[in-house]
C-alpha cells in the first residue's frame, strides 16, 4: 500500500512537472496534472492539499536532488585544489537545471501576494540553505579553506546568486549549457569574497 502511494505521488510530480513547464503555476489546474499523471482528482487530494503543496514538494524533490549530487561531487574533490578549481567543479550548485527559472519566480511572485504560500516558500529556502550550508563546511574543512564571512551568510549568497543567474539567463534565452557557463563566472567572481587566500 505504501509503495503504490509512493508511486501515485511520484507521478503526479512528474506529472506537474511538465504542466508547471508548459503552461506555468498559475495557469497549472489540478485536473490537467492529474489527466497527465493518468488518476482522478481524488488521487491528488490523497497526497496534496492544495496545487501550491503540490508545487512546493516539486521544487523540494528537484533541489534536493541536484544538492545530493554535489554533494557527492564535493565528497569527491581531490585536496590541495585552489579555490577557484574548486567553485569550478561545484558550480552545478544551481538549483535550477530541472527547473524553468519562470516558475521559482512566479512561485516568490505568488508568495508575496499570500502569506501562508510565504512562510511554506521562505521554510523551504531555509531548508536549502542549510543544505548549501552542509556543503560549504564540507569543502572548506576538507581543503582548509577560511570563509572571510560566516557560515550561513556565504550560503545565502550563493543561493542568491545561483538563483538571480539563472533568471538572468532565461531572460537573455541562453542554452542550458550557455547559462552553466554564465553561473561559473559568477560564482568565480565571488571566491576572492568568500575565501581568504593563504
Not at 512528474?14 to 495557469?27: I, K, P, S, T, Y
Not at 532565461?170 to 547559462?179: G, P, V, Y
Request: aromatic share 4%; with cysteine; hydrophobic share 45%.
Amino acid at each position: 500500500m505504501a509503495r503504490s502511494r509512493e508511486n501515485t505521488r511520484a507521478r503526479l510530480l512528474e506529472a506537474a512537472h511538465e504542466v508547471f513547464g508548459e503552461v506555468g503555476l498559475g495557469a497549472a489546474s489540478v485536473e490537467a496534472i492529474c489527466e497527465r499523471a493518468g488518476f482522478t482528482r481524488g488521487a491528488f487530494y490523497s497526497n496534496f492539499e492544495t496545487k501550491d503543496e503540490l508545487f512546493l514538494a516539486l521544487i523540494t524533490e528537484l533541489a534536493e536532488e541536484k544538492l545530493d549530487e554535489v554533494a557527492v561531487r564535493v565528497r569527491d574533490l581531490s585536496r590541495g585544489e585552489d579555490p577557484v578549481d574548486l567553485v569550478r567543479q561545484i558550480a552545478d550548485i544551481s538549483l535550477a537545471e530541472r527547473m524553468d527559472p519562470q516558475l521559482l519566480s512566479e512561485m516568490r511572485t505568488q508568495a508575496l501576494r499570500d502569506p501562508r504560500l510565504a512562510e511554506a516558500y521562505l521554510g523551504w529556502r531555509s531548508q536549502m540553505r542549510g543544505r548549501v550550508e552542509a556543503i560549504i563546511s564540507d569543502v572548506s574543512a576538507s581543503h582548509a579553506l577560511r570563509l572571510r564571512m560566516p557560515l550561513g551568510d556565504a550560503a545565502q549568497l550563493l543561493l542568491d546568486v545561483s538563483e538571480e543567474c539563472g533568471v538572468q539567463s532565461a531572460l537573455e534565452q541562453r542554452s542550458r549549457a550557455e547559462a552553466s557557463v554564465a553561473l561559473q563566472a559568477r560564482l568565480e567572481q565571488l571566491v576572492t569574497l568568500l575565501v581568504q587566500t593563504r
